[in-house]
Structure formats: structure tokens, C-alpha cells
């Protein structure tokens, strides 16, 4: 029910709140990762959450073109939608390529000779990370927020109903169901709410 009465910008605020507070919370409790769900070569991960910028141009790209094929939407409103995927792709690119970059180079390997991860790992040394800010932390919340508004857009149109509503809130739920799991399995606290704050700001531009 909170998909149609939370609004996409609502969910910003929210998003933080429940990351940094499960976080801290998570921390404390320590969950030992035995489940499904803490496994990261799970189906879903690597399917879905690895990929969830594609699923997410294509569940945008229908929204917009079923808009315009039912006359709720002009055929020019896919210009701007081109625009905003355009941006979306180069912020996400941008952002996992430079968390990529800040945990392949920003730490300490056992091996005092080598300085970045791919050399220390290859001669059999520990890398040891300062900081591995969460990318599925900024996948899944930027995922959803872009999802979201789009969403919404639809539904004040009378777009929402039928299979692609089906399918966004499940996708939705779905991507929410693994923040959770990356909540209480994976990082420090301060990586995944600098995680959702890099989603949520690409979400606000």
C-alpha cells in the first residue's frame, strides 16, 4: 500500500532514515550471514540487483512508451525521457566507477611494495579497504527512487494499472528486499548510508 501513498520524494528521506538507523542497529546485533539472502552469489543479486540500472531503463522505457501509445503522453515526452535516462546512465557510470576506483586504490595491502587491490590479491597478499563505500547500497536506492517517480508520473496520468504496474511494484519490493539484506549483512555503517546518499542526490539532480 505505501507504493501508492509515498510519494517517490518521500521515499528520500525515509530511505536515509531506515539505512542509517538499521545500520547502526545491524552493527550491534551482528547477523551471521547463513541465509539465502546473505549469499552474494544468490540468483537474485546476480541477476537482478548486479543489473539494476538495466532493469531499470527498461522498466522506464516501457512506462514512457505505453504513456505515449495510449495518448496520455505527447510523442515529444520521450525526448525528455531520453534525457533523463541519459543522465541517469552517465551518473550511474560515473558513481561505480569511482566507488570501483576508491576501493581498488583507497587502502593497505600486507605487502608493503604493492599500493592497489588487483596487485596485492594477485601476489597473494590482504588487502585491507579504508573505505568500500556500498554500491549496491547506491544501485538500490537510486533504482528505486528513478523507478518511483516514473511511477508515479504514470499513475496521476492513468497509466499505472495493468502489467507494468504489476511488474514496477514488484521490482520495487524486490530491490527494497535486498537493502534490507545489504543492511544487515554487508559494510560498515558509513559505507552504506554514503551509499544511499550518493543515490538519493543522483535521484534530487
Not at 531503463?57 to 512506462?63: D, N
Not at 514488484?170 to 527494497?176: L, P, T
Not at 552504506?192 to 546518499?197: E, F, H, M, R
Request: proline share 1%; aromatic share 14%.
Amino acid at each position: 500500500w505505501y507504493q501508492r501513498r509515498v510519494r517517490a520524494d518521500q521515499r528520500c528521506k525515509s530511505y536515509i532514515f531506515f539505512v542509517t538507523a538499521g545500520s547502526f542497529v545491524a552493527q550491534a546485533i551482528e547477523f551471521g550471514r547463513v541465509t539465502f539472502f546473505s549469499d552474494k552469489t544468490n540468483f537474485i543479486n546476480q541477476v537482478f540487483v548486479k543489473n539494476c540500472w538495466l532493469w531499470t531503463l527498461i522498466i522506464v522505457s516501457l512506462i514512457s512508451l505505453l504513456r505515449v501509445a495510449l495518448k496520455h503522453a505527447p510523442l515529444r515526452s520521450l525526448y525528455l525521457i531520453s534525457l533523463r535516462l541519459l543522465f541517469g546512465t552517465l551518473y550511474w557510470f560515473t558513481l561505480t566507477t569511482m566507488i570501483d576506483g576508491l576501493k581498488d586504490n583507497a587502502g593497505k595491502c600486507s605487502l608493503p611494495e604493492y599500493n592497489t587491490s588487483n596487485l596485492c590479491r594477485t601476489e597473494g597478499g590482504t588487502w585491507r579497504h579504508i573505505m568500500d563505500i556500498s554500491g549496491h547500497m547506491f544501485m538500490l536506492v537510486f533504482c528505486n527512487l528513478f523507478i518511483g517517480a516514473h511511477v508515479e508520473e504514470s499513475k496521476e496520468k492513468g497509466v499505472f494499472e495493468g502489467v507494468v504496474g504489476l511488474v514496477c511494484k514488484g521490482v520495487v519490493c524486490m530491490f527494497e528486499v535486498m537493502m534490507v539484506c545489504t543492511i544487515l549483512y554487508w559494510h560498515s555503517p558509513a559505507e552504506k548510508i554514503l551509499g544511499a546518499l550518493a543515490g538519493v542526490l543522483g535521484y534530487s539532480l
